[in-house]
Every structure is written in C-alpha cells, then in structure tokens.
C-alpha cells in the first residue's frame, strides 16, 4: 500500500489576505475539530459509619480542649459583687450596734507651758451608731469621789494630779476615776483647752443659741455669739453648776446645728485650723468618721439625749476644809448610769 495515497498538502496561507467582510459569508474551508470523549467522573469515597466510640472520643476532646481554655472572667459580675461588699462594709463600719464612750474635758486657767488644770467641764458621750442616738451626761465638777492614789477630792482635780504628775497624766487619771467610780468603759477623751475657745468659734463665724427662759445675763430669745461671748455664757457662774452644766450642753447642740447648714461648711477648714491648737483627743482618725455621722444623725433627727445629774442624786457637804462639795448618791446615780450608758 502506498503511504502516500491519501496524503494531502497542507494549505498555505494566503500571502495578502483581506479582511472578511462581515457581510459576506466566510467560503474558506475550515478545519474540523475533534472533540474529546468526556471522562466518566470519579467514583465518590463513601465515608465510614460513626460508631458510639467516635463520639465518645469527640466529646472527650471537646471537654478536654474547653479545660485547657483559661476561664473567662465575668466583669459585670465581678463589679456587681465589688459593690455589694462595699456597701456592707460601709454598713457595718457606720451602723455596728458598738457603743462608743468618749469624755470630753475642758480645761481652764492653766499655766503658761502645760496643761495642769482642773477638768471644770466633764461631760461622758456614748454613740449609739445603729440608733443615731448620742446620750450625754454632764457631771458636778465638785463630785466628791476617790481618786485612784490621790484619796478623796473633787472630781475635776483628777485631771490636774495626773497632769502634774507627768505630762499627759492627767486625761489617763480622769479616764481612770470615771471608770472606778462609775463603771463605765471609756477609754477615749477630748481635752479642749478653753484658752483657745474662742478663736474656735470665731472662726466658725459666731454661733446663735436659742433662750427658753433668762440665764447667763441674758433674756430669753435668740443670740448669736462671737467667741469671747460664747465662753463667757459656758463658763458662767451666776448660777449654781447644775445652770453652767446645761449651758454647756446647749452650745455644743447649737453647734451641731449649725453645721447642718451646707452655707456654714466654708467655715470648716479654718475651725479645724483654730482646733488643733485648742484640743487634743487620743481617739483615732478611723473612729472620727463613725463619731461624726452619728452626731449628725442625732441633731437631724432631735436623738440627742442630754441630762446632767438631777439634784437629788447628789447631797451639799462641807469638808472639814470648809470646800463646799457635792456627795454622790450612788443609788440614784446608778440606775441612770444603766440607763444610759448600759453599763452592769
């Protein structure tokens, strides 16, 4: 057979060709195209069947792999809890039913250079915190008591032994013959010098006291008094001391209501300038908040209860020194003391 038979040369190409009118059909022969064949499509894996063991392990893999996972940390949740612990701890610092017990002293016409002095102001205070009550009990200078390692005296001179014996002494031996005699715990004291009482309350701006009835020279009505009047109307001796007691009383409620006046808080800062000079207390600085609040809560809501000892608690003697003085009757006295102070 000859190979050649069949054989057919291969068409040139036109050396010149012209553009093909879209007109005109396209005569020129064309080449066939051989399609190819399609492929049948590959046979798809059927995968296995999932077994109870495959899920078993897929669940042991999650649980394993959430454990690796460090916790996520809910922050509303956290600061929810912050603010609940915050609010109980204030609660509880403000509101714990403790009594706290404080004597305030003021001392008067000491030395240049000490505090030797008599303690002529002695009032006992006991907050009441969860009731927002204040109890306060004014004592008779002349109380004729005994005075741990000084024998019987005046009461007020306690403060002047202590402090003669050594600076400092005399605030622990008033503590100490308040708690022997009238068995109360206290513990802590304020000491205001009265030397520098009435730049205290000058620096306040003055403070107005309401009169029921004529006392101190003068009448009945409102006065607003500067320093040097304040201290003559707490020190004043015109009556007898049950009068000068509750004068006393009187100021340092007109003072708590004056400070009720948001206007009057300008004055503060420099009280509690011309305080540092004129009083010394050895209650500590976390208690002052807790005093504070109370003491507000008693003057906003009338819970301040003040009394002095009624006359009949207590008998006039003259000493065999001819001092004038005034003889507790211990069983007049007591069932007040437990009445106020709670004390068995």
């Not at 309401?210 to 304040?230: E, F, M, S």
Request: aromatic residues 8%; proline residues 10%.
């Amino acid at each position: 057979m000859d190979p050649y038979e069949n054989y057919e040369p291969p068409l040139r190409p036109d050396p010149d060709p012209q553009p093909a009118d879209p007109l005109q059909p396209d005569t020129r022969p064309q080449r066939a195209v051989r399609s190819a064949a399609p492929q049948p499509a590959p046979a798809r894996r059927e995968a296995p069947p999932i077994t109870s063991r495959d899920v078993v392990g897929h669940a042991a893999l999650e649980s394993t792999h959430a454990a690796l996972q460090p916790p996520r940390r809910k922050r509303g949740c956290l600061s929810s809890r912050l603010l609940i612990f915050i609010i109980v701890a204030l609660a509880a610092y403000f509101l714990t039913p403790l009594p706290n017990n404080l004597l305030i002293m003021g001392i008067d016409r000491t030395p240049d250079g000490s505090d030797i002095g008599r303690s002529d102001t002695m009032i006992l205070v006991s907050t009441r915190p969860l009731e927002g009550r204040i109890e306060m009990l004014s004592i008779p200078r002349d109380l004729w008591v005994p005075i741990p390692g000084y024998g019987e005296n005046r009461i007020n001179a306690a403060h002047a032994f202590g402090e003669g014996a050594g600076a400092g002494g005399g605030p622990r031996l008033a503590l100490e013959t308040i708690r022997s005699n009238f068995r109360i715990n206290v513990n802590h004291y304020l000491r205001i010098r009265l030397a520098g009482f009435p730049a205290v309350v000058d620096a306040l701006g003055g403070v107005s006291i309401t009169l029921d009835a004529p006392t101190a020279g003068l009448p009945a009505g409102t006065h607003h008094l500067d320093g040097t009047q304040a201290l003559a109307f707490v020190r004043d001796r015109s009556g007898d001391d049950f009068f000068r007691m509750a004068h006393g009383q009187l100021f340092i409620v007109a003072v708590g209501k004056k400070m009720l006046n948001p206007l009057e808080w300008l004055h503060i800062p420099g009280a509690l300038v011309a305080l540092s000079d004129a009083v010394d207390t050895n209650l500590p600085m976390w208690l002052w908040p807790r005093y504070g609040f109370v003491f507000l809560r008693a003057i906003v809501f009338d819970s301040m209860h003040a009394v002095t000892l009624p006359r009949e608690a207590v008998t006039p003697w003259v000493t065999s020194n001819g001092a004038q003085v005034l003889l507790p009757n211990w069983n007049l006295i007591l069932p007040l003391l437990q009445e106020m102070f709670g004390i068995f």
